[in-house]
């Protein structure tokens, strides 16, 4: 069938830019769809409107079972993924939140998606990898590239984080400048980083283990609908 680009979202905000991501892209005329990865209601009111808009649509095409572990969440978000030919696989589970190592069925949805074929692209920080530390978790998502909002993320420096970011590209989404100023910390790649200029790899380096054989088009459309997402 037709290609089809996946995100797999989660309950807080960083699923809420899921969701709508995908309305976008289908608006767009590309063919999306959301999964809603992780059991239960949505913490967020934000986040139950957006996924209730993806269900309206039609674009909503799975729901988490109530309860599980790690194997079993592995072994359902594999199941579903297999349903499709798709050229990128959104990862919206997790953001920059996170403060803990991953368990149970959130770990499980992560070693499901490392394993797949699927290019990911991750909104805002990949699922797993601590955004402001910079430190790599025992198991997070390796991304291909990493769309971050309004500016990077301190722990994007460091050379753990970036075995998992891929390509990172940064989003304006309307933050004023001021605010940033005032609030935001100044971030940079370090002297010793891979990746000297945001978007650019050494060509030198391995490409990330989901890195090859993207799609120009397809990134480029996606990383427009995290842009447009707020």
Same mark, same amino acid.
Request: hydrophobic letters at 45%; a negative charge.
């Given at each position: 069938?037709?290609?089809?680009?996946?995100?797999?979202?989660? =309950?807080?905000? +960083?699923?809420?830019?899921?969701?709508?991501?995908?309305?976008?892209? =289908?608006?767009?005329?590309? *063919? @999306?769809?959301?999964?809603?990865?992780?059991?239960?209601?949505?913490?967020?009111?934000?986040?139950? @409107?957006?996924?209730?808009?993806?269900?309206?649509?039609?674009?909503?095409?799975?729901?988490?079972?109530?309860?599980?572990?790690? $194997?079993?969440?592995?072994?359902?978000?594999?199941? #579903?993924?297999?349903?499709?030919?798709?050229?990128?696989?959104?990862?919206?589970?997790?953001?920059?939140?996170?403060?803990?190592?991953? $368990?149970?069925?959130?770990?499980?949805?992560?070693?499901?998606? +490392?394993?797949?074929?699927?290019?990911?692209?991750?909104? %805002?920080?990949?699922?797993?990898? $601590?955004? %402001?530390?910079?430190?790599?978790? *025992?198991?997070?998502?390796?991304?291909?590239?990493?769309?971050?909002?309004?500016?990077?993320?301190?722990?994007?420096?460091?050379?753990? @984080?970036?075995?998992?970011?891929?390509?990172? &590209? #940064?989003?304006?989404?309307? &933050?004023?400048?001021?605010?940033?100023?005032?609030?935001?910390? *100044?971030?940079r790649l370090s002297p010793d980083a891979p990746w000297q200029r945001i978007g650019h790899r050494d060509p030198a380096l391995p490409d990330p283990p989901l890195g090859r054989g993207r799609d120009d088009t397809t990134r480029d459309s996606a990383r427009d609908s995290a842009r447009d997402t707020d």
């Open positions: 069938g037709a290609e089809t680009i996946i995100a797999v979202c989660g =309950s807080g905000g +960083n699923g809420g830019d899921g969701y709508a991501a995908t309305r976008i892209l =289908s608006d767009r005329g590309l *063919p @999306a769809v959301a999964i809603g990865a992780i059991p239960g209601k949505p913490s967020r009111a934000d986040t139950l @409107a957006m996924r209730d808009a993806a269900r309206a649509r039609g674009l909503l095409v799975a729901d988490a079972p109530t309860s599980g572990d790690a $194997d079993a969440a592995q072994v359902w978000l594999t199941d #579903v993924l297999a349903r499709y030919d798709s050229p990128i696989l959104i990862d919206a589970i997790l953001g920059a939140g996170l403060t803990r190592d991953l $368990d149970g069925w959130a770990l499980g949805l992560v070693r499901s998606i +490392n394993a797949s074929a699927m290019p990911v692209l991750a909104c %805002d920080t990949p699922s797993g990898p $601590d955004a %402001d530390a910079g430190r790599a978790r *025992p198991e997070a998502v390796r991304a291909a590239m990493t769309v971050t909002m309004a500016s990077l993320k301190p722990g994007f420096e460091t050379l753990e @984080a970036q075995q998992h970011l891929g390509d990172v &590209v #940064v989003a304006p989404i309307g &933050v004023p400048a001021e605010a940033l100023r005032r609030f935001g910390a *100044p971030a």
